[in-house]
């Protein structure tokens, strides 16, 4: 019988919704970007694995955030890092506006990629931090905000479009929305909660395999939800027979699960030991894997993108906080290392399927989720047997 524990209250104050905004303005940039790729390649007329290349690009900026956050905090700070984040993920967006050049479009993908990361991770850190054994909980309820956000605008983009704006006008909301933010609340930021008995000890301590072990599983999760991402849409028209423009909405039935997921799991997070509750959430992702897979009826579909998404909420909140588990409640430990992992999982994940695409059919590729998912659960069941 799975235990319940102790309820713990996750208290909202304003610099929570502070990080829950951050997140959002992140998702605008994040699911837009992710949204524009099977239009962006339309318009460049490259193959799939060329394609796949923005993701890679992403995923080096990714890495290299990782390598600069140490420095970066120490330097500044974790307010003043997380707005140098976001300043720098506006000014790789807005590279990628003007042009259909390749050159361009890839950097500018890995220049948002990179900062956008140093923003994310910076933030997660301090709202664990703020918020203690809730930690969890807000990770995943942050996360459910900024992924709703991220649901509105797949679907204005895709709306936007199919209008003679085109889809780059949509991107301007991730600027817009950056300034707001920093006119609003740029003077806001989470403190510290008090370190509790024994928290000098385990801050002197190394990391051990529960650590890495949980960053191998961070990693297949991001590759998941990436390949998603990025590739969904593309098997969607496939298998379907839709038009890109009106497929790239099955990306915005996968965020639509992805909030309603977070939001509950963000409650469950709070009731249930995370080991139970990981397991079901790779389960579920599996099940709507499947229906997606082998439908060919646009409402399956949608359905079953749906349930995926349901699944994949929890996923990386889950692999974050057993991150930060492992690294002994180091939350600036498990910031540094995560863009590390969740880089090297852009890289490989994503282009790795578009290869597979253009050598055996996007519905082939897609066999690589059901892996994914395997390593995961052996990872998190793994950890929790020898703990």
């Given amino acids: 019988m799975t235990t319940v524990l102790p309820p713990v209250r996750l208290i909202r104050d304003r610099p929570t919704w502070l990080v829950y905004l951050l997140l959002s303005t ?12 099977p239009l962006l390649r339309a318009d460049q007329r490259t193959s799939a694995t060329v394609a796949g290349l923005h993701g890679t690009s992403m995923a080096l900026g990714t890495i290299a955030a990782g390598l600069l956050l140490p420095l970066l905090t120490r330097r500044f700070g974790r307010r003043a890092t997380s707005w140098i984040g976001l300043a720098g993920m506006n000014a790789g967006l807005l590279a990628v506006l003007p042009t259909d050049a390749l050159a361009l479009t890839l950097l500018g993908y890995g220049v948002a990629g990179g900062f956008s990361s140093i923003l994310l991770y ?23 905000v900024g992924v709703l956000v991220g649901m509105g605008m797949t679907f204005g983009l895709s709306v936007v479009a199919q209008t003679a704006l085109g889809w780059r006008a949509a991107l301007l909301l991730t600027p817009v929305a950056s300034v707001l933010l920093a006119l609003a609340m740029g003077r806001v930021w989470p403190d510290r909660r008090a370190a509790g008995p024994g928290a000098g000890a385990e801050s002197v301590a190394r990391p051990g395999w529960r650590f ?11 590759a998941l939800e990436f390949s998603f991402n990025l590739w969904a849409a593309d098997l969607f028209a496939d298998r379907t ?11 915005t039935a996968f965020v639509a699960g992805l909030a309603a997921g977070r939001f509950a799991g963000a409650r469950l997070a709070l009731r ?25 009826q646009p409402v399956l579909s949608y359905a079953g993108l749906v349930i995926c998404g349901l699944g994949a909420a929890l996923h990386f909140p889950l692999a974050l906080a057993a991150l930060i588990a492992g690294s002994g409640d180091r939350a600036d430990l498990a910031a540094a290392a995560s863009p590390i992992w969740a880089g090297a999982a852009m890289a490989v994940g994503p282009l790795a399927l578009g290869t597979l695409a253009d050598g055996f059919g996007t519905r082939t590729a897609f066999l690589m989720v059901p892996v994914l998912i395997g390593l995961a659960v052996a990872g998190v069941l793994s950890s929790s047997r020898r703990a």
């Fill in 26 to 37: 992140f998702a605008t940039y994040l699911y837009g970007l992710s949204a524009a790729l």
């Fill in 122 to 144: 910076t933030s997660m850190a301090a709202l664990s931090d703020h918020h203690g054994p809730a930690g969890p909980a807000a990770i995943s309820e942050a996360n459910a």
């Fill in 212 to 222: 890495h072990l949980a960053g191998l599983v961070l990693f297949c999760c991001v």
């Fill in 241 to 251: 027979g839709l038009s890109a423009a009106t497929a790239a909405t099955g990306l």
């Fill in 272 to 296: 249930l030991p995370p080991t139970p509750l990981f397991a079901g959430a790779l389960a579920v992702t599996f099940a709507g894997w499947l229906l997606f897979w082998l439908s060919t």
